[in-house]
């Protein structure tokens, strides 16, 4: 069975810092690997996904996640953040194996940038 | 406004009561998905539609929960003989391709709070 972890719940850092916000999948087939994220009173929304190809994705906004198959993370990092990346950020996982799909989503970070 | 949309944006309702939700998916979009988050966690999913066919339901989806796509547009969600433990927000998005590739687009959500 799917499953996927955030590795922490909070994360608290100061503006312009560098971050990486960890998260580790388990699955049986072949995965395709998603960051959602929620800004305070909004919806999810997609920031990056790995399909296949480039193991090395990236966002508008300057998010870039690193899919290894080997330890089975998709670590989501920012070189600078700013006070208007704090939001709950979501990793999440789906397969493309028989018999059926469905995403699994994590817990959640909070990222929390402070001036 | 042509994202996803949810119906009613807040639901209260006292326990034992029925309640429905309605999902309007971006218009070419084929896939349909119901999730529900509780506070804290990421989103669980409960169901996905092809058109107005459901592939798939949760273990989390009681008897007391149906979800329907009937002409493979819009899709209801309902809750019969709510309970305490029913309160969530309950998340719709819809997506156009399939396999598990595919970028799902969330509404803003159904917050149910059941007394």
């Known amino acids: 069975a799917q499953s996927v972890t955030q590795l922490d719940s909070q994360v608290p850092v100061f503006e312009e810092a560098p971050v990486e916000l960890r998260c580790n999948y388990s699955?049986?087939?072949?995965?395709?690997l998603f960051w959602y994220v929620q800004y305070p009173n909004q919806g999810l929304q997609l920031l990056l996904k790995?399909?296949?190809?480039?193991?090395l994705v990236e966002s508008i906004n300057g998010f870039e996640a690193e899919f290894n198959k080997s330890q089975t993370s998709f670590h989501l990092r920012k070189p600078s953040v700013h006070i208007s990346d704090t939001a709950e950020y979501f990793c999440?996982?789906?397969?493309?194996?028989?018999?059926?799909?469905?995403?699994?989503f994590g817990a959640g970070t909070r990222l929390f940038v402070k001036a | 406004d042509t994202g996803v949309s949810q119906n009613p944006r807040h639901k209260i309702t006292k326990r034992g009561q029925n309640v429905t939700f309605r999902c309007d998916p971006i218009?070419?979009?084929?896939?349909l998905y119901w999730y529900r988050q509780t506070l804290g966690q990421g989103p669980e999913f409960l169901t996905y539609?092809?058109?107005?066919?459901?592939?798939?339901k949760s273990r989390l989806l009681s008897d007391r929960f149906s979800a329907e796509r009937p002409k493979g547009s819009f899709s209801t969600l309902e809750i019969q003989r709510t309970e305490q433990g029913d309160s969530a927000m309950y998340l719709c998005?819809?997506?156009?391709?399939?396999?598990?590739?595919?970028?799902?687009?969330f509404g803003p959500g159904t917050r149910l709070t059941v007394l």
């Open positions: 998005a819809s997506s156009l391709e399939g396999g598990g590739r595919d970028t799902q687009y």
């Open positions: 790995y399909l296949s190809g480039s193991t």
């Open positions: 999440a996982v789906s397969d493309h194996g028989a018999g059926g799909f469905k995403t699994i």
């Open positions: 699955s049986s087939v072949s995965v395709y």
């Open positions: 539609f092809q058109n107005e066919a459901q592939l798939e």
């Open positions: 218009s070419e979009h084929n896939r």
